[in-house]
Structure formats: C-alpha cells, structure tokens
C-alpha cells in the first residue's frame, strides 16, 4: 500500500521499496531521513509549479549516496559517487537509458545554483528538495501543515550540524574534489589548515607563456 506524506504519494513500487533498502544500508539516519524529506519537499514544490514528475526517478533522485562509505571513491566529487549509484540502480531495475541519465543529472547537479531549475522536471526537483531540506530556501512556499506532516515522519533533530558533520566526514579525505564548489566551504570549517585551490592563481600559473 503506498505511503502518503503531506499529500505526497511514496510510490508502493519494487523499485521504491528495494531504493529506500539501499540508502537504508548504507546510511545513517540523518542521510535517510534527508533524502526522503529531499523527495517530499521536492515533489511538494514542482507539483505547485505545475512540473509533470516520474515518482520513481524523483525518489531514487533524492538518495543521497555519494556521502556513505558503501558507494564514497577517493578521487571523484561525492556528487558523481551518488549520481552513479543511482543511474545504475535505474538501470538495473529496467528504467531506460534516457531516464537513468536525468537521474544522474539530477544528482550530479544538486549542488550548482539555478542550472538543475533550468532542465527537465526529474533533474528540478532534486535540487527543490536539496535547497529547501539543506539550505531553507523558499521554505515559506511549503505550507506550516506540510512542514509538520513531512517532520513529523522525517523528524531533523540537530540536522544543521548533522548534515554539515556528515559533509565533511564525506570529503575529508578526498579535498581536491571540493575545487570550483561550495563545498570547499565545509573543509575550510571543520579543518583550518585546509588551504582553498585559487582559480585565479591557477590561471596565471599554468604552462602557457601568455
């Protein structure tokens, strides 16, 4: 029987069912109840923009799987770590292609502002869901009785502080990956011999003479 959260339907499907036992392996609580507000808040704000979006890609969307030990590599942002796992998931339980790689869209750019907003409604929603969970924008379009519905299934004790530990124990050991992101921002929090890449620098001392 499917799930119902704020009016959102948690699809009753296989897929969902075998998706929400893999973040539910290799998370924590803090990732898992992430993930699944990312697909609650998501689907909340596209369904009020009027966004036609597959329930399925959007809840495999939502897992946040690049953080955890189980699917984390050494020398790749944890975004494409989470957005693999995801596209070969789909693929494996017969989603197309096509569908697999909106996905892997999806999560490989959750954390660059507006583009996702720009794509498809399975890359959009990702990004709905990880800005409101995380960041708390455009938290006033979701209504006080969504938000309660949705916490009180998907409770955030100390999530702030959580989620930023849950970053950098994340990231800690691969650093070169946070260039060019704001993820930078977290190691330079948690670790103050954490030195920043300088695009500037790198540009004036690269190889070419001029």
Do not use: C
Not at 52 to 77: C, F, H, I, N, Q
Not at 122 to 131: D, F, K, N, P
Not at 135 to 152: D, F, K, N, Y
Not at 163 to 188: Q, S
């Amino acid at each position: 029987m499917s799930e119902k959260i704020a009016g959102i339907t948690v699809p009753d499907t296989q897929l969902v069912r075998e998706a929400t036992d893999l973040v539910r392996d290799a998370a924590d609580e803090t990732i898992f109840h992430h993930s699944r507000r990312v697909y609650l808040w998501g689907s909340l704000k596209a369904a009020a923009r009027g966004l036609d979006v597959d329930p399925e890609l959007a809840y495999v969307g939502g897992l946040d799987l690049g953080l955890t030990a189980s699917y984390a590599t050494k020398d790749r942002r944890f975004e494409l770590d989470g957005a693999e796992t995801a596209r070969a998931f789909l693929l494996d339980h017969g989603r197309s292609e096509r569908e697999a790689r909106e996905v892997w869209l999806a999560i490989a750019l959750h954390t660059t502002p507006e583009v996702p907003l720009q794509l498809s409604p399975e890359i959009a929603v990702v990004t709905l869901g990880v800005e409101t969970d995380v960041l708390g924008l455009g938290l006033t379009e979701i209504t006080e009785r969504q938000r309660a519905e949705v916490l009180a299934a998907h409770p955030r004790p100390d999530f702030k502080n959580r989620i930023l530990k849950a970053f950098y124990d994340g990231m800690a050991d691969r650093p070169d990956t946070t260039f060019g992101t704001m993820n930078d921002d977290v190691l330079a929090h948690f670790d103050a011999s954490f030195r920043r890449k300088d695009f500037v620098e790198i540009i004036r001392n690269n190889p070419w003479p001029e």
